[in-house]
Structure formats: structure tokens, C-alpha cells
């Protein structure tokens, strides 16, 4: 049982940037890959990225590859998203997520542990 609230999400300009932040609670975090996903109104819940349990593999999109930067830190239960060069597509709510270590790391279903989700909203 993993517990996760979001937080760092608001208004930023195009071109600015952002860190969300992921804490988490409950047994063995240290355990479970960890994602970010978004979704905008309309959209599907899209994947963003992913972290292995040990921190040593990330996952990216090609829609943020480049921009945006997961991270953990273990010993603060805690996971972060460092979103830079910010687009108004990017506007959604981001999800984490929590999942067991050798799941599929892009796939919704996957993931068994979900926070309330922060907004971002990239505008001018």
C-alpha cells in the first residue's frame, strides 16, 4: 500500500518551468517503479515518464524527452518531475503513480497506486 499526493503544480508562462513533487507514504517505496502521466480535458491519460526503483533507468516520452526530468530520492518518499521549456500543450493534470517493479512503465493499467493530481497550466 503506497499512498501519493502531488504538489508544485500552478500557472507558468510558455518557455518557463516547473517542479512537481510526488510524496509518498506506506511500505517499501523504495520497492516500486514510479511514474508521472498527464491529461489534459478530452485526452486520454498519456504516460510522461517513469523511474526505476533503484533510480538507475528513466523513461521518457518523445513529447517531453529533453524537457522534462524525473528524479527520486528514496529517502525522502519522495519522487519529482522537472519540467523545463514549458508548452501551452503541456497544460494537464499530472498524475504519479506508483507501480510494481517490472511492470510495464508506460502503460496506465500497470500502475496500481494514484495521487489526486496537480494542475499545470502553461499559458501566456
Known amino acids: 500500500q503506497v499512498q501519493l499526493v502531488e504538489s508544485g503544480g500552478g500557472l507558468v508562462q510558455p518557455g518557463g518551468s516547473l517542479r512537481l513533487s510526488c510524496a509518498a507514504s506506506?511500505?517499501?517505496?523504495?520497492?516500486?517503479?514510479m511514474g508521472w502521466f498527464r491529461q489534459a480535458p478530452g485526452k486520454e491519460r498519456e504516460f510522461v515518464a517513469a523511474?526505476?526503483?533503484?533510480?538507475?533507468?528513466?523513461y521518457y516520452p518523445h513529447s517531453v524527452k529533453g524537457r522534462f526530468t524525473i528524479s527520486r530520492d528514496n529517502a525522502k518518499w519522495t519522487v519529482y518531475l522537472q519540467m523545463n521549456s514549458l508548452k501551452p500543450e503541456d497544460t494537464a493534470i499530472y498524475y504519479c503513480a506508483a507501480a510494481r517493479s517490472g511492470s510495464n512503465y508506460d502503460r496506465v493499467h500497470e500502475y496500481a497506486f494514484w495521487g489526486q493530481g496537480t494542475q499545470v497550466t502553461v499559458s501566456s
Open positions: 523511474i526505476s526503483w533503484n533510480g538507475g533507468d528513466t
Open positions: 506506506g511500505r517499501t517505496f523504495s520497492s516500486y517503479t
